[in-house]
């Protein structure tokens, strides 16, 4: 499991309805996040590379995903350029499997 609850679950402070919003809204906006990303990369659009980077991040935090939050980070910090494009490239992957594992281990764990 590369997600963690413990900040969702102090915030819900024992809100099951909450908790379950939350993970809703995780798994309809970041897979869509993560595919404009991915057409952005294409299009070597830099600007909405970052803009969806930074979008991508809190939601990413809130579920623990430390590892995953570091990646947003750095394909947003390189999005300030378009001269970082091949590198975000590089990075992207990792980004992007991260991601379709926990939005993936979210819809087992919680029966959606």
Do not use: C, W
Request: no cysteine.
């Amino acid at each position: 499991m590369i997600y963690n609850l413990d900040k969702i679950n102090e915030m819900a402070d024992g809100d099951e309805d909450f908790i379950n919003s939350v993970i809703l809204v995780f798994l309809e906006e970041v897979p869509l996040d993560l595919e404009g990303l991915e057409n952005a990369l294409e299009q070597q659009n830099y600007e909405q590379v970052y803009q969806l980077a930074h979008k991508i991040k809190p939601n990413v935090d809130l579920l623990g995903m430390e590892q995953t939050r570091a990646t947003a980070l750095q394909i947003e910090t390189l999005g300030k350029s378009a001269a970082n494009m091949g590198e975000i490239k590089e990075i992207f992957p990792i980004l992007k499997k991260d991601i379709q594992q926990v939005v993936s281990e979210l819809k087992k764990d919680f029966g959606l």
